[in-house]
């Protein structure tokens, strides 16, 4: 087996070359083929950078919009960015006072006309919120009459209301 030697000051500059190579190959590829995500430290790219890509909305919530692209939450609900879907019957993200913040309707709104408004009898909706999140139900404390007395046979049923669970009862004698 024979083993070439080279002379000391070229084995120094071969050697000298190979460590350049090895840290612009390093440097290039993000340091020894790791990959990092951008943590705002001195390694990141500069903030006038410019990459290609996409850029970040930069709408806050409450802004108006017209698509969730608009907006840094990627949610526009109601024509404002919305800091989520807000798709439940009675949530809003335009409440005053807090909007693009998904909370309950105010009572008595109706958002979305997401309520259906039924008939009293059916002990149902009225069409609007509750305040608390859903939709406002008919209710014997507002005097809301559902069944009518009745006699069948020996048995009397009076005057039917609604209870807060949508329930029509009457008592039976």
Excluded: H, I, Y
Excluded at 112 to 120: E, F, L
């Amino acid at each position: 087996m024979a083993v070439a030697f080279a002379p000391r000051t070229a084995r120094s500059t071969l050697l000298a070359g190979v460590v350049v190579l090895a840290l612009a190959v390093a440097g290039a590829c993000g340091g020894g083929g790791e990959s990092r995500k951008p943590d705002g430290s001195a390694k990141d790219a500069p903030a006038n950078f410019d990459t290609g890509g996409v850029d970040k909305p930069s709408k806050p919530l409450g802004n108006s919009c017209t698509t969730g692209s608009e907006c840094s939450s990627g949610q526009c609900v109601e024509g404002v960015c919305c800091n989520e879907a807000c798709d439940q019957a009675c949530f809003t993200c335009k409440n005053p006072g807090t909007e693009g913040m998904c909370m309950p309707a105010f009572q008595g709104t109706d958002p979305g006309d997401r309520c259906m408004a039924q008939d009293p009898t059916s002990c149902g909706t009225t069409g609007v919120c509750d305040g608390t999140g859903a939709c406002e139900r008919f209710s014997g404390n507002a005097g809301v009459v559902c069944s009518t007395e009745k006699c069948v046979g020996f048995m009397r049923t009076t005057t039917g209301t609604c209870d807060s669970a949508g329930t029509c009862s009457g008592a039976t004698t």
